[in-house]
């Protein structure tokens, strides 16, 4: 598994409980170690281990914990990369929702042995999408809720989310009924960054 989705989640975890905590976490782990590196493989059993290791500390279920790491690399400014990355999607949220479709292959162009699953959107009448994840990829569609849920505030738009038919190897779906797209005045977006 690649080292991103590893550093991606102790970037969360330090960010919002402190190192001290998180050294609990890698001590329960006892990789020897207290953190990754971002461009090193890791196997996917650790994967599993590091998620109930953290639920076992923070006594959170799994799903909840890895929405909030989506939630987290969209929200903070340690990852306003991302957020920039992922508001080139469309003006509004339904071209973000759109865009989504091609997340995988800008995920490869970013880092090229970086394998998110396959996904697809659906637009259904009264304003539903469902998006459709792919398997390969345990956790991932927990994150991309998070992710979802965070742009819709970034953009302004009031959704309800629903998580279903999930798989142990990561697939499943998430239903998106958009309330309002324009709830309140979402956060500023230029198409330049800000320069000193």
Known sequence: MHGLIFTA??????STYGWARWK????????????FE????YPPDLFEAL??????????ARAGLLEDVGTYLVSYPE???LRRLLRFGGESYVDFLHSLDELPGRARLAVDD??????????????????????GL???PDVLAGVVRAMADDYGALVLL???NATARGGGLIVITLVEPSFSRGREFRLGAAGP
Not at 9 to 14: A, N, Y
Not at 38 to 41: H, K, N, R, T, Y
Not at 51 to 60: K, Q, S
């Open 114 to 135: 970086l394998d998110l699953p396959p996904l697809e959107l659906r637009e259904e009448a009264g304003n539903r999408f469902t998006l459709h994840c792919g398997e």
């Open 79 to 81: 990852t306003e990369a």
């Open 24 to 35: 609990t976490v890698m001590s329960r782990l006892g990789t020897g170690t207290n953190g």
């Open 162 to 164: 629903e998580r279903r």
């Open 138 to 140: 345990p956790g991932f």
């Open 9 to 14: 989640i102790q970037s969360f975890f330090t």
């Open 38 to 41: 971002a461009m090193l493989p």
């Open 51 to 60: 998620l109930a290791a953290i639920g076992n500390e923070l006594g959170r």
